[in-house]
Each structure stands twice: as C-alpha cells, then as structure tokens.
C-alpha cells in the first residue's frame, strides 16, 4: 500500500447553520462556488486547501474566529464540509458510512478536559473508546494501559478523575484515544484551562507521540506551542493566511500582529531595541540575539 | 477601602483539618493597590478570591473590611455592592437577550432607576471599550470569545465596586485580545479600580501588579513588590513558577557576562537597560 496523506482538504468551505441569529439565507453557504463562499457572513472556513502527511506535526494558530476550530472538526467528521472534500486516511468524510472509521482514525481532544471524562475510574474512562469498537477484552486491557503509560498516567490507572489536576485529565483524554490506534492526534487548545506545569506535560507527551510516527494536528494560542511543530499553518477569516515552517511563519512581526498573533519574546525584544537605535536584525531567535549583544559589549 | 486579612485558613473538609486550601494567610489590600496572586492549580487561588468576595467564609482568622469584621451577615451583603469578582470564562454567564440588558442586570436588581441604569450600563461599556451603538440591542452570543469577555466583565462594573477581583482574565483569549483586556484592566486600575488578579502569566503580572503574592499548597510563600518577589527567582523554579520572559532573558544575558541591573520585569526595562549598557560601551570604544 502506498503511504498517502493522513489528512486532505480539498476546497473546504463550511458555513454554520443558522449563523447571525438564523437570520442567514439558507442558500448563501451552500454553493461551492468562490462569490458563495467568499461572502458569507458565518463562512467559517473559505476554500481551504491542506495536505497533511502521515507523521506529520502541525501547529494550526490564528485569532479567534479565524476558523481553527472548525478546521479541527472537519477531521474527524464532526462538521462536514458545506462545500469541497475532506479525506481523512483515504477516507472521504462526507460518506455517512465512514464517520465511524474516519473517528477511530482520528481522534480530537477538546479545550476543557472536564467534558472529556466519563468514567469514575481512570482506566475505565480510557478503556471506554476501544470498548465500543468491540476489542477482545485480554487486548482492552493491554492497550489501556500502554496507553496510560504513553502519557505518564499508569500509576493513576485506579484513581477518580475528579481528583486529578487538569493536566492530568487532560493526558487521560489523550490515553483514551491513544487506546483507540489512531493514526491522527488532533488537540484544539489542549492548554487553555492548564497552567504552566499542566501545558509542559501535554507538550512533552505530543512530542514523544509524533517522534513515535502519529500524526499531529495542534490548535493553539500559545506561539511556544507552535514553534514545537515542524509546520505552521495560520488562519485567517476562514482562510489559510501562512503555511511553513515556523521560523518563515515567524518571520514578520507586523505580519503576525495583523493577523492578531503572538510575537515571539526574541522578536519583541528585537523590535524594542531597533525602536532604542540598536541595529538588530530581524527575524532573529532567542540564541542569535543573545549572540549578538554579547559580541557588542 | 481597606481590606485585612489576619491569619486566615479555610479548608473544604470542614471535618478533617490536615487539608488546608488556604492556610495563615495575612494580607493587607489597601485602596488603589493592584495584588497579583500567583500559583499553580490546586494552590488556594480561587479559594483566596472567593474569600475576598465573601462568598465563602473562613475557617478560622479574620478577614476586616475597613476595621469591621466581616463574620456579620449585615456586613458581608454591604460586601458584595463594593466588591465585584469575576470567575473564570466569566462569559459563561452571560445569559440576556441583549448586551445592554445583560451589562444591567445587577443595576436593576439593586433598585436602581430605569435612566440611572442605563446611564451606568453606559459608562461600563465605556470602561471597556463596547460602543454603546454598536453593541448594545446585539445579542452577546454572537460576539466573538474577547467581545464576551469583556460584556460579562462591564456586568460587574455596573456596580461601580471599589474593588474588582479577576480569576485568569485573559485566559483562552487570542493574543490580541489579551492584550486588549490587558489595556482595559491597565485603565481600570489607573482611573482608581483597586484590583485583585490571579494569573498563570508572569508578564501580565509584572506589567500590572504593584503587589504580588506567590501562594504554594495554600500558604503564603512571597509576598512583595515585583521587583522583590520575582529577586527569588531560584526558589520560584524549584515550584516550577517562573519569572517574566524578560527577566530570565536577562538572567541569562547576565550568565554571559552582561552586567545588566538586577528585577528587568518588563520588555521596556530590559530593552531600556541593555542600550544604555550598549551605548556607554560605545561610547568608551570612542575614548579609546
């Protein structure tokens, strides 16, 4: 078998029904065509076209409502396209059919771990989605706890997770769609609700998942987190804004605050010296300027 | 206003005391103080901010409000018309049909006049940068994630309180809109809002607070001006609490040979700092 692409988005419009209070014509999203999909006020996603290669790491950022969200849930067939085709491992989510295997595929963690857990016992929560697709119980219970030890969460396997932190409900949210077999990871915003030490647990796991061949599709806010992913793709108003690799995404300061991004310390610091008559280039990261202002002292 | 704080414990297991979320804690928040509290989850924050809000009361210490002890019922409802408290994703309780409606809920549950209300949800659009036009007959639910924010946040300054209290303001905000509530907070606090801030960021911490308080497993451990409390920068990474980017950039920029002052809290500072050091360096090469 060939090794195709994980994930293909092939002109993907999608517009939310009943947008600006259900006022919008039904119509107005429903075309294909560019006027349909470039004028509608609740177009979420415009056109948008992406290719994404099995073990792959991407870091999906933009504003809010630039339509990352919503590019997630195209992923894993919880939004289908109102215009275009989305392939998820060869599988085209617009066939009822396939929702179920496009979904053991590709598995998405949500922003707030709360709403993620169902179980009162950690093991069983994670042993919850390969249950329902009918794995023998003797391999249930490997892959449970292969899974838990995947994100440091195997000592825990007993515990309530109403006691765990929210990074650590977090990880278990992961281990229950890493006890699935996926073979895409998609995160929108893993990292909101945690904090410092909750989102440094997170990223260390999505690391070693990707250096283990998975597929990752990371939403964020945080510029730390994208960096991490070997590709950047920004969002804007429904469209791809900038696709690379992150020092080219990175590259523009202006650029990045037009979009309503973050700018990365190294590049404010940058900006601040220039503005103070220091000639420093830009773009630079962290190690090139410290660098620099050694040699000039 | 004054708010004292003396030795103040609370736990949720009002049965067992070995697990304390908050315990002996002192703290003295005068009028026009901005107080950051740092912690990770689980550090006694919120228990702290409802503490402050009198929405829970403690286990054992006092808590005085102006010289008058808050254990009184009588005293606690005075409380609630001075002090505002806004939880985390405080859009989460927006639930009117309209922004101006929503804004003035607490108004018109305080009796207040149907102008004087809607003079008051005026001037908290204003503080927070909502055009009154343009927002006010919209439904908040189609507003995006920071427009929502920002309508819950003008709900509790209708009340005009003295002191506002914020759990993680910014959080899940886009960085633009961050730095918008960012202003808006700035602007509160400058027009005579004393304000209560809890946050995972160290940035916003050191822009805004003048004090700031560091709480570990519900204790106390630094409090002080930023310059005072982030000096330890040590002992704050031993609880896997850091300091501002701009302060461990120097940090390291110091560990390189840089003779760079010490407490470089804010970009400014920093780049302020690093080019009169680059100046006088070129100055002297001159005299050379």
């Known amino acids: ?16 029904p009943h947008s600006e209070g259900g006022n919008l014509p039904e119509n107005r999203c429903q075309g294909t065509t560019n006027a349909a999909a470039s004028t509608g006020a609740g177009t979420a996603l415009s056109e948008v076209s992406l290719t994404v290669e099995r ?24 939004l289908l396209p109102s215009g275009g085709r989305v392939l998820v491992v060869g599988f085209d989510s617009s066939d009822p059919n396939t929702a179920f295997t496009i979904r053991s595929h590709a598995g998405m963690i949500f922003q707030n771990p709360n709403t993620q857990i169902i179980a009162s016992i950690v093991a069983d929560d994670v042993a919850f989605g390969p249950e329902n697709l009918n794995i023998e119980h003797s391999e249930l219970v490997g892959r449970v706890s292969d899974a838990l030890d995947q994100v440091g969460m195997l000592p825990f396997a007993e515990a309530d997770p109403s006691q765990l932190s929210g990074g650590q409900k977090q990880r278990v949210a992961i281990a229950g769609i890493l ?13 909101a609700m945690l904090d410092v030490r909750g989102r440094r647990g997170i990223r260390r796991v999505v690391r070693e998942l990707n250096a283990s061949g998975m597929t990752v599709v990371l939403i964020t806010h945080f510029m730390e987190e994208a960096v991490l992913a070997k590709r950047v793709v920004v969002m804007d108003g429904g469209r791809i804004a900038l696709d690379g690799q992150p020092a080219e995404v990175f590259s523009d300061p202006d ?35 410290k660098e620099l202002l050694c040699s000039w002292y | 206003m004054q708010l004292v704080l003396d030795r103040l414990s609370f736990t949720y297991h009002s049965h067992s005391t070995d697990r304390w979320a908050l315990r002996d804690l002192s703290l003295t928040i005068k009028s026009g103080d901005f107080w950051g509290i740092i912690g990770h989850s689980g550090s006694g924050k919120s228990t702290l901010l409802q503490l402050l809000a009198g929405l829970i009361q403690p286990s054992s210490g006092t808590l005085c409000l102006d010289g008058e002890s808050l254990q009184s019922p009588k005293l606690r409802s005075k409380l609630f018309a001075r002090i505002g408290i806004a939880f985390q994703y405080p859009e989460q309780q927006l639930f009117a049909p309209t922004v101006g409606e929503d804004i003035g809920f607490a108004a018109r549950n305080a009796g207040l006049s149907a102008t004087d209300c809607d003079q008051r949800v005026r001037q908290a659009m204003a503080k927070l940068n909502l055009d009154y036009q343009r927002y006010a007959t919209r439904s908040p639910f189609e507003l995006s994630g920071g427009e929502q924010r920002r309508v ?25 809109g ?58 704050l990474r031993t609880h896997n609490l850091g300091v501002p980017d701009s302060e461990s950039f120097a940090a390291e920029l110091r560990g390189l040979g840089l ?7 804010t970009l400014n500072a920093l780049a302020d700092a690093l080019a009169e050091l680059l100046s006088e360096q070129k100055q002297s090469e001159k005299n050379i």
């Open chain 2, 178 to 235: 961050r730095e918008h509530l960012m202003d808006v907070i700035h602007d509160l606090h400058s027009g005579g809002c004393s304000v209560v801030m809890a946050s995972h960021s160290m940035e916003d911490i050191a822009k805004l607070a003048n004090r700031v308080l560091v709480l570990v497993e519900g204790r106390p451990f630094l409090q002080g001006s930023p310059a005072e409390v982030f000096r330890h920068a040590d002992e």
């Open chain 1, 55 to 78: 073990g792959e790491f991407i870091a999906v950022i933009g504003a809010n409502g630039s339509g990352k969200s919503t590019l997630a849930r195209h992923i894993n067939a919880l």
């Open chain 1, 255 to 289: 650029t990045l605050r037009q979009l309503g991004l973050g700018i990365p310390f190294s590049m404010r610091l940058a900006e601040a010296l220039i503005a103070r008559g220091l000639p420093v280039p830009q773009p630079i990261r962290p190690e090139e300027l």
């Open chain 1, 179 to 191: 006890a699935m077999h996926p073979d895409v990871l998609v995160l929108d915003e893993p990292g």
């Open chain 2, 152 to 176: 819950a946040l003008a709900g509790i300054l209708v009340l005009q309180p003295e002191l506002l209290i914020l759990d993680e303001p910014t959080a899940g905000l886009d960085p633009a």
């Open chain 1, 1 to 16: 078998m060939s090794r195709e692409a994980d994930i293909v988005f092939e002109e993907v419009s999608y517009c939310y």
């Open chain 2, 259 to 265: 003779p760079l002052p010490p407490s470089l809290l």
